[in-house]
Each structure stands twice: as structure tokens, then as C-alpha cells.
Nanobody, 118 residues
Framework: QLQLAESGGGLVQPGGSMRLSCAAS????????IAWFRQGPGKEREYVAD???????HYRDSVKGRFTCSRDNAKNTVYLQMNSLKPEDTAVYYC????????????WGQGTQVTVSS
């Protein structure tokens, strides 16, 4: 069965750090670009960051300098390191894997909750 699974969410204080993982099973991430999205309470899902199959990364302006995408193909896992977290980062975070050669082929994870609060 082809699956993506996020983990690492939870409660963190403002200014804290958290690392999310996105692990694939049933397929290899080597040929996929991975994007992170989030959906805050009462908000639409929004793009956060992405990492291509070659390791090139992009970020939305509000997380630049605070969030970092990385990938470990040997572990078939992609990470989102989040530093200097703010209450407005509170959301359910999702990862999406898109096949490099055909973006119509993609998979979503189930999401992981990140809550930034004192």
C-alpha cells in the first residue's frame, strides 16, 4: 500500500522548535518532490515549503529563515525543521509527494497537528 505519514507534531511554546517527518511506504521518494502545506483553524490550506528530488528548496515568505526542508532518501523520509515558532504557525501540517516526471501522480499524508502556544 502506498502511503505518506507525517509525524512529530505537538505543542510547543512560542520561540520553540519542532521537526516534522514525512515518511513514505510502498514507494521510494527518490523521484518525488515533496511539498509541505498547512491549514490553520478557520483558514484555507496554504503552501509552506518544498524540496525537489535534487534537494532544491523553496519557502513561503513568512517562514523563510525559520523553516528548513531536508530529505534523507536512504530513510525514505523528508523533514521540516521549524525554528522560532510563532502562534500563527499553529496548523495541521501535511506533506504531499509529487512524481517528478508527472505531477498528476501524487500522494498526501494524513496531517499532523502543530500548536504554538504558551
Amino acid at each position: 500500500q502506498l502511503q505518506l505519514a507525517e509525524s512529530g507534531g505537538g505543542l510547543v511554546q512560542p520561540g520553540g522548535s519542532m521537526r516534522l517527518s514525512c515518511a513514505a511506504s510502498g514507494f521510494t521518494l527518490d523521484y518525488y518532490s515533496i511539498a509541505w502545506f498547512r491549514q490553520g483553524p478557520g483558514k484555507e490550506r496554504e503552501y509552506v515549503a518544498d524540496i525537489g528530488s535534487t534537494g532544491v528548496t523553496h519557502y513561503r515568505d513568512s517562514v523563510k529563515g525559520r523553516f528548513t526542508c531536508s530529505r534523507d532518501n536512504a530513510k525514505n523520509t523528508v523533514y521540516l525543521q521549524m525554528n522560532s515558532l510563532k502562534p500563527e504557525d499553529t496548523a495541521v501540517y501535511y506533506c504531499k509527494a509529487s512524481l517528478r516526471s508527472d505531477s498528476r501522480v501524487h500522494y498526501w499524508g494524513q496531517g499532523t497537528q502543530v500548536t504554538v502556544s504558551s
